[in-house]
């Protein structure tokens, strides 16, 4: 395979990161301490892979897919920094499994390995941090970011998983070794745990236009806080249910199916607004609200998918609680102000001849927008 041929691999693949519209790829890492290493096993999305060698100027004339996840691996290995007690540990990459190997799919398992030095034992306070993709733009102001869920033993003895790494977000950690006043690894923390995923909730949802495309579709039409709460209440509880179902892998749906239904749901809103109006509030409108719910919560499951295989079932339970909440505070921060704009229009204008102009106005113009973004991301899904 030519570079050409890769070239149409990575502009078809972004082509879905534009369907999708999130700049996040998602993976799991497992770090175990040893006496004489740290090792850790990255499961990385081959999205990961592709956005880095689709940016990657650098990238050779002539490659194959087995050198795109050989380069990704030294990338990787580039952008993991471990420190122990304060020194940087050099690193290097012990292993590749390919996709389809040992690996789903859509999954590399990359190997890294962290040496201590001769004269060095187990050291105490370790912090790792990660850049992964961060110097490469989805959308002005939004970087891609790569998130991984964590776990950690030591001597092959677990002692703490559920962890969230992120660029924002870097693991610190104590062993349990010979080494003077190092303290156990805390094993899981609910509270952390919960807060982390919460805060991962609503940068998924800010990052992911076409969820908030969708969220504005129904806000536009709303005329009550009543018509808000039922609305927004029924998409709810329809993505919050697919998404357990999905991360719980009792339902499972291509992607190929859930982002092209998802940029469907954009339009169908948007188009009910303009030209069924009298339709986009009442059962009807929550019976949309609902369906499309359903197919929003497999997009919202995404690489958690991946991510959370082998988690306990506590943590699975808190990783669901706090990113669903997460969603759902990220849908408020755009339903609420969009609702309290037009609240304060149809107030501002009740003593005019037409109180309604200004919500009708904007209702017309924000769904021909959102009409319009929903077909882009529509032929972007289908292609």
């Known amino acids: 395979m030519n570079i050409r041929i890769l070239g149409l691999l990575a502009v078809l693949h972004s082509a879905t990161l534009v369907a999708m519209a999130h700049p996040v790829a998602q993976g799991a890492m497992e770090i175990s301490v040893r006496a004489d290493s740290i090792d850790i096993r990255a499961r990385v999305s081959t999205e990961e892979a592709f956005i880095a060698e689709a940016f990657d100027r650098k990238a050779d004339v002539s490659t194959t897919l087995n050198d795109v996840w050989r380069r990704h691996g030294q990338y990787l290995l580039a952008h993991v920094h471990l420190i122990a007690d304060g020194v940087p540990l050099a690193g290097q990459v012990a292993g590749i499994a390919p996709p389809g190997k040992t690996t789903r799919e859509d999954r590399i398992t990359y190997d890294l390995k962290f040496d201590f030095t001769k004269d060095r034992h187990l ?85 992911g236009y076409d969820h908030l495309l969708f969220v504005a579709g129904l806000v536009l039409a709303v005329a009550s806080i009543w018509d808000l709460v039922k609305v927004v209440t029924a998409f709810t509880l329809a993505h919050t249910l697919t998404l357990t179902l999905a991360v719980l892998d009792l339902v499972r749906l291509s992607n190929r199916i859930v982002e092209p239904i998802i940029a469907a749901s954009i339009v169908f809103v948007a188009a009910q607004n303009l030209f069924s109006p009298s339709r986009s509030r009442g059962w009807m409108r929550l019976a949309v609200a609902f369906g499309f719910g359903l197919f929003h919560g497999l997009g919202f499951a995404g690489g958690l998918l991946s991510a959370m295989e082998g988690m306990a079932g506590v943590a699975i339970i808190t990783a669901i609680g706090g990113f669903s909440l997460g969603v759902e505070i990220g849908h408020q921060l755009v339903a609420l102000p969009l609702f309290g704009v037009l609240k304060i229009t149809r107030v501002y204008r009740s003593r005019a001849v037409d109180p309604e102009w200004i919500p009708r106005w904007a209702l017309r113009v924000g769904s021909s927008a959102i009409c319009a973004a929903g077909l882009v991301y529509l032929v972007a899904a289908l292609r």
């Open 123 to 207: 050291p105490g306070a370790i912090v790792l941090r990660q850049d992964v993709l961060n110097e490469f733009i989805f959308a002005p102001g939004n970087r891609w970011e790569a998130s991984y869920i964590v776990r950690i033993s030591e001597q092959d003895q677990p002692v703490a998983e559920g962890l969230l790494f992120t660029s924002g977000q870097p693991l610190r950690f104590t062993c349990n070794g010979n080494v003077a006043g190092a303290q156990p690894a805390p094993g899981l923390n609910q509270r952390a745990m919960a807060m982390a995923f919460v805060h991962h909730g609503i940068q998924h949802i800010l990052g």
